[in-house]
């Protein structure tokens, strides 16, 4: 049978292997394979592993927040998000997302009520820090400060 699919190719019913619950906070760099649900806090820069497959994905839920990068095949956003974004395929913004900072995706999906307080750049591949496709490379980063306005 068929089943539904979302824009970008992801499917209807996600998975999720690790989730951070909204009690927990993580300090430093939080590197994932297959999906992520963030309902906590994650100081330090949020990365899919180089293996991982197109269906990879990052959730932020409404009470979740990122102080940093996020880099990741999908990304969907309805919290907080103090850093870039960097989605090689596909990035939902629900109505509470909030992010500071650039979102580079290939397609995108943005509700009334979401915020990016940055630019919106479309590209046909995202290129990861220092050159290279994000799908094909680890992405190695420093940490970085952020301040809330």
Same mark, same amino acid.
């Given at each position: 049978?068929?089943?539904?699919?979302?824009?970008?190719?992801?499917?209807?019913?996600l998975?999720?292997?690790?989730?951070?619950?909204?009690?927990?906070?993580?300090?430093g760099?939080?590197?994932f394979?297959? /999906?992520?649900?963030l309902?906590?806090? &994650? +100081?330090g $820069?949020?990365?899919?592993?180089?293996?991982d497959? %197109? *269906?990879?994905? =990052?959730?932020?839920?409404?009470?979740?927040?990122?102080? /940093?990068?996020i880099?990741?095949?999908? &990304? +969907?956003? $309805?919290?907080?998000?103090?850093?870039?974004?960097y %989605? *090689?395929?596909? =990035?939902?913004?629900?109505?509470?997302?909030?992010?500071? /900072?650039?979102?580079?995706?290939?397609?995108?999906?943005?509700?009334?009520?979401?915020?990016?307080?940055?630019?919106?750049?479309?590209?046909?591949?995202?290129?990861?820090?220092?050159?290279?496709?994000?799908?094909?490379?680890?992405?190695e980063?420093?940490?970085?400060?952020?301040?809330?306005?």
């Amino acid at each position: 049978m068929w089943r539904k699919r979302r824009k970008g190719g992801l499917p209807a019913e996600l998975q999720f292997d690790t989730l951070i619950s909204e009690k927990t906070q993580i300090e430093g760099r939080l590197e994932f394979s297959g /999906g992520v649900h963030l309902d906590g806090k &994650v +100081i330090g $820069n949020v990365s899919a592993l180089p293996t991982d497959t %197109a *269906s990879t994905l =990052v959730r932020v839920s409404r009470q979740g927040e990122v102080r /940093g990068n996020i880099y990741a095949p999908n &990304v +969907i956003i $309805n919290g907080r998000v103090y850093g870039d974004v960097y %989605a *090689s395929n596909y =990035v939902e913004l629900a109505e509470n997302a909030c992010i500071n /900072g650039n979102v580079y995706y290939r397609f995108i999906e943005m509700a009334v009520g979401a915020e990016v307080n940055g630019s919106l750049v479309h590209q046909e591949e995202v290129v990861a820090e220092g050159g290279g496709d994000l799908k094909d490379r680890l992405i190695e980063t420093e940490s970085a400060s952020f301040t809330e306005a």
